[in-house]
T-cell receptor, first 112, second 117 residues
Framework: GQQLNQSPQSMFIQEGEDVSMNCTSS?????WLWYKQEPGEGPVLLIALYKAGELTSNGRLTAQFGITRKDSFLNISASIPSDVGIYFC????????????FGTGTQLKVEL | GAVVSQHPSWVICKSGTSVKIECRSLDFQATTMFWYRQFPKQSLMLMATSNEGSKATYEQGVEKDKFLINHASLTLSTLTVTSAHPEDSSFYIC?????????????FGPGTRLTVT
């Protein structure tokens, strides 16, 4: 099946710093979704992207749909302690109906 | 909108017993619901796709007789882990797809932590 690789696997940053992470695929995706999961909770949808090149913001979060359609990026500006969690990218499997493939995740830890 | 609930949030059961987990979409109708399993520090692993009024579609390697799924209405899907064993201990998460419009967003429940002793 599809594999979505996320980079970095984890990052430890200081409060106030900007954060960048990415998600890459070996094949083309028509939709990219970004989720955040906190410990012991289900993932929460942050941003949905539907067009190549699209740039969408949600507060301090900005995500971009790569023009090759094989990658997507998530940026968090001025990180705060509550940004801690695991960020997953996801996209619909080709021919898989509404099934999503999830990325490997990027764990974010924020130092005060 | 797009709130999904799960019940129970955690459960401890003895080996050999069955456990039922409920997933409800509270403010929308879900044509499709999904059940995932997640191990510590790992990504979500899709177990099955549940469509209202029809049989669930299971992913390769998932035993359909062990993980019984029922999607009785557009707002409720249940997962029953039958004859549970310690290796079934995991975090189970459901999600719901609102349907229509060519969108793929899934909205997740808070998860159920299952511990089998």
């Amino acid at each position: 099946g599809q594999q979505l690789n996320q980079s970095p696997q984890s990052m430890f940053i200081q409060e106030g710093e900007d954060v960048s992470m990415n998600c890459t695929s070996s094949s083309i995706f028509n939709t990219w979704l970004w989720y955040k999961q906190e410990p012991g909770e289900g993932p929460v949808l942050l941003i949905a992207l539907y067009k190549a090149g699209e740039l969408t913001s949600n507060g301090r979060l900005t995500a971009q749909f790569g023009i090759t359609r094989k990658d997507s990026f998530l940026n968090i500006s001025a990180s705060i302690p509550s940004d801690v969690g695991i960020y997953f990218c996801a996209g619909p499997e080709p021919g898989g109906g509404n099934k999503l493939t999830f990325g490997t995740g990027t764990q974010l830890k924020v130092e005060l | 909108g797009a709130v999904v609930s799960q019940h129970p949030s955690w459960v401890i059961c003895k080996s050999g017993t069955s456990v039922k987990i409920e997933c409800r979409s509270l403010d929308f109708q879900a044509t499709t619901m999904f059940w995932y399993r997640q191990f510590p520090k790992q990504s979500l692993m899709l177990m099955a796709t549940s469509n209202e009024g029809s049989k669930a579609t299971y992913e390769q390697g998932v035993e359909k007789d062990k993980f019984l799924i029922n999607h009785a209405s557009l707002t409720l899907s249940t997962l029953t882990v039958t004859s549970a064993h310690p290796e079934d201990s995991s975090f189970y998460i459901c999600s719901a797809h609102r349907g229509g419009g060519g969108t793929y967003e899934q909205y997740f429940g808070p998860g159920t932590r299952l511990t089998v002793t």
